[in-house]
């Protein structure tokens, strides 16, 4: 295990530098992430300061090089171009104005989704029917699915649907948590010449990654999850070689079409919260990044995982395959009404988690563990759950 994973105190020491309501056990850390104190107090400063400067500083300075700097920082973590990022206020809107924009396709094409996508990815794809004329192919995975399982859904795919030309892919799915053999689906899909759009909105920062080697081209994020920032942060990533393949949203022509910024819409940010980054990624650098970040909440799910899956009467859908999880896991009490149960963890047992639903296994309870939750957080957990199994 990394160092540090199962370190109470260490982890304790960090958990002081966020503020937390007093209130439930949080476990629905999934939804987005806290800003640390530190953050918090110099987004407050950046509004208090935009709002007393307005556009003086915002035209003199921002829009003439610190936006600039921030976005070569953005692309400094992922280790990418800084000519191929472009901010979003989230990770919708950087996967929809990929999907939107995307130019390749015509009448008659297929693109494809599977269950596992996020909501707004599948009706954006859908919506490609309607305006491209293409065919939209839904599959849903194998449950429970492991590694061979999810890369041979796509062969199948890829052998039935001959005209296929596009999907989107989700790194980590916001249902169970379960990662994606991204590089193997994406090398598959490149040998049929089939355009891959990345959603990576919880994967950054919690799962190291690097998209060359993936071999993604299309992908969108969000900063308001894993990294700490802000909320209305998110950011598109389009390949240089591959720019020409999307084109600029909606008529945008404030920048070139060679510029990657044309291809989000062009309007007034949060400045404040673009401000705080060089500190949010500092501050995500010290913790240890996404290696330090993800071994923690890996450890506290199998922490959990361990000792609820042997239970009869639970069902634990996410693979303990150490490729397939990352800190998001989502179970079900088997035969029960998942939303009951949910409500029953809150009220008798002052543990926040959720229900997702969408999935073709049907309704679950999704747990994510965050940089403030304890091992004792998880306890209390594992004792709620083996006692609700019992009533
Ligand atoms: C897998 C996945 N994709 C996309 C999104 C959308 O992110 P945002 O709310 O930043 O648009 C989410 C949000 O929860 C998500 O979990």
């Known amino acids: 295990m990394p160092r540090n994973a199962d370190n109470e105190a260490h982890w304790q020491a960090i958990a002081q530098r966020y503020e937390c309501e007093p209130g439930p056990i949080n476990l629905e850390n999934g939804y987005f992430g806290r800003m640390s104190r530190a953050v918090q107090a110099q987004y407050l400063e950046h509004i208090s300061f935009i709002n007393r400067s307005n556009a003086v500083h915002v035209r003199q300075r921002f829009e003439q090089g610190e936006n600039i700097e921030i976005r070569r920082q953005l692309a400094g973590l992922i280790d990418v171009d800084p000519e191929s990022v472009a901010f979003t206020r989230n990770a919708t809107e950087a996967l929809q104005s990929l999907i939107r924009n995307y130019n390749r396709l015509q009448p008659g094409d297929q693109v494809l989704i599977s269950d596992l996508e996020y909501d707004t990815v599948k009706g954006a794809m859908r919506w490609l029917a309607a305006t491209r004329g293409v065919e939209v192919i839904e599959v849903a995975h194998t449950h429970p699915a492991s590694f061979d399982s999810l890369v041979q859904t796509y062969h199948d795919a890829f052998a039935q649907y001959p005209r296929l030309k596009l999907m989107a892919l989700t790194h980590v799915t916001h249902r169970t948590g379960l990662v994606m053999p991204v590089a193997a689906i994406a090398k598959a899909a490149r040998e049929r010449a089939i355009d891959v759009i990345l959603d990576g909105a919880h994967a950054l920062g919690q799962i190291e990654f690097n998209l060359a080697e993936l071999g993604i081209q299309f992908a969108g994020f969000n900063l308001h999850k894993w990294i700490g920032a802000p909320l209305t942060l998110g950011f598109l990533y389009i390949a240089p070689e591959r720019l020409a393949d999307i084109d600029p949203?909606?008529?945008?022509?404030?920048?070139?079409?060679?510029?990657?910024?044309?291809?989000?819409?062009?309007?007034?940010?949060?400045?404040?919260?673009?401000?705080?980054?060089?500190?949010?990624?500092?501050?995500?650098?010290?913790?240890?990044?996404?290696?330090?970040?993800?071994?923690?909440?890996?450890?506290?799910?199998?922490?959990?995982?361990?000792?609820?899956?042997?239970?009869?009467?639970?069902?634990?859908?996410?693979?303990?395959?150490?490729?397939?999880?990352?800190?998001?896991?989502?179970?079900?009490?088997?035969?029960?009404?998942?939303?009951?149960?949910?409500?029953r963890l809150l009220k008798e047992h002052g543990l926040f988690t959720t229900t997702r639903t969408g999935a073709a296994f049907g309704t679950c309870i999704r747990v994510t563990p965050g940089l403030v939750t304890s091992a004792a957080d998880i306890n209390a957990l594992v004792h709620a759950i083996t006692q609700l199994n019992t009533v």
Not at 275 to 280: D, I, Q, S
């Open 249 to 343: 949203d909606m008529g945008e022509f404030h920048y070139p079409a060679t510029d990657v910024r044309a291809r989000t819409s062009y309007s007034t940010p949060n400045f404040p919260a673009l401000m705080t980054l060089p500190l949010v990624f500092d501050e995500h650098r010290q913790l240890g990044g996404a290696a330090a970040k993800g071994a923690r909440v890996n450890y506290l799910r199998n922490l959990w995982v361990n000792q609820v899956r042997p239970l009869p009467g639970i069902e634990v859908l996410t693979s303990d395959d150490p490729r397939l999880y990352c800190g998001i896991t989502a179970f079900k009490f088997i035969g029960r009404d998942q939303q009951t149960m949910v409500d």
